[in-house]
């Protein structure tokens, strides 16, 4: 049978981040702290990877369905957004694009630096 | 009817319903522009307007839905689980990458809101655009930006790296799986990671690293910044 156990695991995790994140007074995110403790967890084997492998992989899958709510309820921000709408979508679409590639030129670079390096030792 | 869509389950169904139609379509078409969230997105918003329904009514059911997001992503844990010797053995351009990443997006953001001459207020609000969206209404609130506007950016960020990181990987001419899946994960957040995991296995775990990465890095940037 297909358990709910490593559901409960899940969201058992997310909770112990939740109290986690107000306690710690650094400001990380819930879902980053969640990742960490299922990491963790799964590298000490406290919880082997075959018993998350079916319910893990089928909530990665459908992941991005859990930001439509948010999404929708851009709606109601539309007075706010009325007059910079244009600047504002042109912003966030370059700035990201501009990120996108700043940091897919950097970690190139890094790599080629350390396999010159790494080439020399050799 | 009113009374029959004041239940959660409304909310609920249409989102899962649309969600398909736009997971069906992006495997018809194969294009990253059939987005299944945008596509989702157009079409629940399509409906509440053509039924003049309420974004509260429709809420109840999102909720329901929202709430899945934590235990959802907390699965990217098992995602890096699975290619970390890989991860230890790049580090160094993980560490590198989503810094100069996390600067880059601060840095284009802040500049493009001045050239647009944008407010103060709407500037802080885009500030922390690129990271995921509980922690960048505490930082866009804390700098005096507006949460609601945040809250828009991060989702324009997210899609914005969900539809087109394939075609700048092709632009780019980029092979490496390192610097595609670190480049998605610092510019646009869990949204993006989604768009990674499909390309692999790896990209889809360097993605989840960065969007840790930068987000932490993105907090104590803006303390300095």
């Known amino acids: 049978m297909h358990s709910l156990f490593p559901f409960g695991v899940l969201v058992g995790f997310g909770f112990i981040a939740h ?4 306690v710690i007074p650094f400001p990380i995110p819930e879902a980053v702290i969640a990742m960490l403790l299922v990491f963790a967890a799964l590298q000490t084997k406290i919880f082997p990877e075959e018993k998350l492998q079916r319910t893990g992989s089928f909530l990665l899958a459908n992941l991005s369905i859990c930001f439509l709510p948010a999404i929708v309820q851009l709606m109601s921000y539309a007075d706010l957004l009325k007059d910079i709408w244009l600047p504002f979508l042109v912003v966030c679409i370059l700035s990201t694009v501009v990120t996108f590639a700043v940091t897919a030129g950097t970690v190139s670079l890094t790599l080629r630096l350390m396999d010159k390096k790494g080439g020399k030792s050799s | 009817m009113t009374a029959w ?43 509440l307007q053509a039924f003049d329904i309420s974004l509260e009514t429709y809420q109840k059911g999102g909720d329901i ?3 899945f997001l934590l235990p959802a992503t907390a699965c990217l844990g098992l995602q890096v689980y699975r290619v970390w ?3 230890k053995k790049a ?12 600067l880059t997006a601060i840095g284009s953001t802040l500049l493009l809101c001045r050239m647009f001459g944008l407010t103060e207020a709407i500037t802080q609000s885009l500030f922390p655009k690129s990271v995921t969206t509980a922690i960048a209404i505490e930082i866009a609130t804390e700098r005096g930006g507006i949460a609601s506007i945040t809250v828009g950016a991060v989702a324009v960020a997210g899609i914005t790296g969900a539809m087109l990181s394939p075609f700048l990987v092709n632009v780019l001419k980029l092979k490496n799986k390192t610097a595609i899946g670190l480049a998605i994960g610092t510019s646009s957040h ?12 790896e990209e889809g775990a360097m993605s989840a690293v960065a969007l840790s990465a930068s987000a932490v890095i993105t ?3 803006s303390m300095f910044l």
């Open chain 2, 5 to 47: 869509i004041d239940s959660p389950l409304f909310g609920v169904t249409l989102s899962i319903l649309c969600f398909c139609v736009g997971q069906w379509i992006f495997q018809k078409t194969k294009s990253p522009l059939a987005n299944p969230l945008v596509i989702a997105f157009i079409l629940v918003v399509l409906f």
């Open chain 2, 190 to 201: 869990a949204l993006g990671t989604t768009r990674a995991m499909e390309m692999g296995k």
């Open chain 2, 219 to 221: 907090v104590i940037l």
């Open chain 1, 19 to 22: 109290i986690l994140c107000s």
């Open chain 2, 85 to 87: 010797p890989l991860i």
């Open chain 2, 65 to 67: 839905i929202s709430f």
């Open chain 2, 91 to 102: 580090w160094l351009p993980i560490l590198v990458g989503c810094t100069v990443g996390s």
